[in-house]
């Protein structure tokens, strides 16, 4: 239908996200016009028209027009203006907040607290942001999808989720979880202040007294250890008592002597590592105290795990360290034992030189070794110990040696020649090695550290990035599948990079 200026369409009422076609139907008695697009007040270019045909004008984007024609008849000239059309196809904006939210159980929640909802065309719109909340139920454990909903006068839509997360009410657990911190916190500083007091007392009477001449009185750091060394005993008693843990100490016996001289048995090095377990855990639900929270079973499980394992790695690096140590030394006690030997001097006399003029831990190993043999233990029994506590190639090698010459006989001063230049050959070659391998080494290195980098970066700049891994279940199998992924990666890496020689 075509008003009286020749607009089928003379203006829009309200804004639209759909195209507008305005047709444009010149009198009879117009010759020619000339139609001009005015967008956002901008005027673009005109457009003539030789004739008296109807057009169709176009309008997409999103903006406010005007549409100004400028007909000719045969007389004069004559200039129409239409109305305004508003095209707005841009969705609004709405801003949620966190996408992860926690609330107790039977706690309310105030859906709309926080919320902003803006657009350009019609302001503010937090009146128009429509929720599920009275669909929710959040009586129930579990996690909850809270879904926001705006939508603009031209209809355009935009939906974001907040996930709601309800926990149990913990309020009782978490004030006598206070009470027992606040507790062992206040016994502490009665400790030390009677400490101190004990101490300025000592001082007072001390110039009315007579100092023994030795004093055996332990120090605060050394009753603690000394108390820490009891706790450890009787934790590692207890653990005996399992056949499980018995077998899973075993592992542990390499590590005796080397990575604490105190360990006479593998059971105290699993009882340390249970200690530090509850030293994380404690850490953890203190942590979790001061935010007001509450510790899950699974929650606790977590802490208590990574100190479990996380002695493994200081006993590990000591261990290498170690065996390092030993073979980097080995050659040293060959030498040793061949100018021994070439003195004319037996091999349980080279053994007693090398634990006289060596320093570090060949030293104490050779020193075992001659106190096996003044024990009465057999040369081949004495070496056949030493390689299986060391288990290294090179000592394999040299004890099937000696223990072939010792029943066969032989120059010992020949094999014992061949051996140690062997071993310089292989040290040396080994050098050579890492020499040429170092910058592959670091690259590796640093693929390995670059996704935990990424992730830990990531965190900082946006720590709700990562929540839905844990939080939903399609995440959960993704976050299983790249973990699996990613030892999958770093086992044939290392296989790949491993030079055996």
Do not use: C, W
Request: aromatic fraction near 12%; glycine fraction near 6%; hydrophobic fraction near 45%.
């Amino acid at each position: 239908m075509t008003n009286e200026s020749g607009f089928d369409l003379f203006s829009t009422s309200t804004p639209t996200n759909n195209n507008i076609n305005v047709i444009f139907t010149p009198s009879s008695d117009i010759v020619k016009y000339q139609y001009q697009l005015i967008k956002n007040g901008k005027e673009q270019d005109p457009i003539l028209v030789n004739s008296n045909r109807p057009v169709t004008i176009t309008m997409t984007e999103t903006a406010t027009y005007q549409i100004r024609v400028v007909v000719y008849n045969h007389i004069a000239s004559k200039e129409i203006l239409s109305g305004e059309y508003v095209i707005d196809k841009e969705a609004p904006t709405l801003e949620v907040g966190e996408s992860l939210i926690r609330m107790e159980q039977g706690s309310t929640l105030k859906p709309l607290e926080g919320i902003k909802a803006h657009d350009k065309q019609d302001g503010d719109l937090i009146k128009s942001v429509v929720t599920n909340y009275d669909e929710l139920d959040f009586t129930t454990l579990g996690i909850k999808d809270l879904v926001y909903t705006v939508s603009d006068s031209a209809g355009n839509t935009v939906t974001k989720t907040v996930h709601v997360q309800v926990l149990e009410n913990n309020q009782n657990v978490l004030f006598a979880t206070q009470i027992g911190i606040f507790i062992i916190l206040l016994g502490i500083l009665f400790s030390i202040l009677f400490y101190r007091r004990s101490v300025k007392l000592e001082k007072r009477i001390s110039r009315y007294g007579i100092e023994p001449l030795n004093d055996n009185s332990l120090s605060v750091l050394d009753n603690m250890e000394h108390y820490y060394d009891r706790l450890n005993k009787k934790i590692g008693d207890l653990l005996l008592k399992s056949v499980f843990i018995s077998k899973y100490a075993n592992r542990y016996e390499k590590y005796l002597g080397i990575v604490n001289k105190k360990y006479k048995r593998s059971i105290d090095i699993v009882a340390t590592k249970v200690i530090v377990g509850i030293i994380f855990l404690g850490i953890g639900i203190f942590s979790k105290t001061i935010q007001y929270e509450v510790l899950s079973f699974v929650e606790m499980l977590i802490p208590f795990f990574i100190g479990f394992i996380a002695p493994d790695l200081i006993y590990k690096y000591r261990y290498k360290i170690y065996r390092d140590t030993l073979e980097n030394d080995l050659l040293q006690a060959i030498i040793v034992m061949n100018n021994a030997f070439k003195s004319g001097r037996s091999i349980t006399q080279a053994i007693e030189l090398v634990s006289h003029e060596l320093d570090g831990p060949i030293k104490e190993e050779f020193r075992k070794m001659y106190l096996e043999i003044s024990f009465g233990l057999s040369i081949d029994v004495v070496f056949k110990r030493f390689a299986e506590r060391i288990q290294l190639e090179e000592i394999t090698y040299l004890t099937a040696s000696l223990t072939i010459l010792n029943k066969t006989g032989g120059n010992i001063i020949k094999v014992f020649s061949s051996i140690e230049k062997s071993l310089f050959n292989k040290k040396k070659l080994k050098l050579e090695l890492n020499s040429l391998t170092g910058g592959s080494k670091i690259i590796v290195m640093a693929l390995f550290l670059v996704p935990i980098l990424f992730m830990v970066f990531v965190s900082f700049i946006n720590p709700d990035y990562f929540v839905p891994l844990y939080t939903t279940k399609i995440g959960l199998i993704l976050s299983f599948i790249m973990v699996l992924m990613y030892v999958v990666y770093i086992y044939f890496v290392r296989k790949i990079m491993k030079v055996r020689m």
